[in-house]
């Protein structure tokens, strides 16, 4: 009897931006050697070719958002004030610098999504206050979702009159789903589903990390979250596919994470995977149902599974990570759970908004 091979990862994203750059690709000469009178911020440019949902800055500095800035310091001056985009990796304010004046600078950007039902409710002007509403049904398009990062608190003198680097991380979640076989049959997914996601949870900021000069950011997320779930009515939901043509894997590969092998891709607030409330169970599960013809002219062989999540590692779906799920279709029986670190897929130096 055919089975399925499941290869489940888990992968703990770097969202935060590197802290030793040269800007020298995206900034111009004028705004690096401190004559600019105007505060103005930037973010790394990070590496290209990535795939996915979650991206590089390079498609962030293409969209060019708003970003909003509070200093800390003196919140008469910036208090979740919006910074335009001025163009060539900058978002240029119209407040100047004051000689020999310290400031405490932090930001965020905020992309409420077009999706049925989504929404991004700030709690406090700041921004460490957030409600993020995902949409009630999955559309393979990155528009759909909402999506929110905050950066560190960053130091700077107005003596100095630097662009000042703000290092992002992602608050929501990246989930992924991919499907390959290793055989010449004609695999049919005929139908995908995450099912009993929760689409809504409001998050407050409890530790804000402070970045200093020359730190080596790493794979940990910095900023320090407090999580509660809304699982109210019409809060839970199924993202669904249908009818996609499983690609045989290419000669050489262990795994396809090309977008050809790419079933879905969503984002999703931070969450577990299992979870009991008000005396229910909720478990996120993912549910296939698949043909598989084995010769040309045969009748092909239906298959279904329910695979509850919590049995695979990561256990939660946390923010700041991506999560890759990989099915293989195969002739061997059993589930095999594992854990790859992002570095040793796909590492990125950077964080976006859906593009």
Known sequence: MRGILHIIYGIPAILAMAAAVSCSDTIRPEQQDGTDSRIAFYMKTGRTGTKGMIEDTDALLAMGPDLYVTDINDAAVFSGTRVGFTGNGVWRSDK????????????????????????????????????????????????????YLMSYRTSANGTDRGLVNLMMERLTVGVELYMSTPNDEKVTLETAEFRNINRRATSSLTTHHVYTPGEIIGEDMLNSWHTVQETGSGNRTTYQVKDKEVRKLDAGQKFGYGSEYRIMSFLAVPQPTHVEEAGAEYNIVLYLKYTVQEEVGSTPAEYETELLLQDYRPTAWDRGHRIRYYVTIDSSVGLTGNVAAWKSIDFIEGTLLPD
Do not use: M
């Open 96 to 147: 100047d610098w004051v000689t020999g004046k310290d400031y405490d600078f932090y930001g965020y950007i905020t992309s409420p999504g077009n999706g049925d039902g989504t929404s991004i409710t700030l709690n406090n002007a700041n921004g460490t206050g957030v409600t993020i509403t995902e949409p009630s049904v999955y559309r393979d398009d990155n528009d759909w979702w909402s999506d």
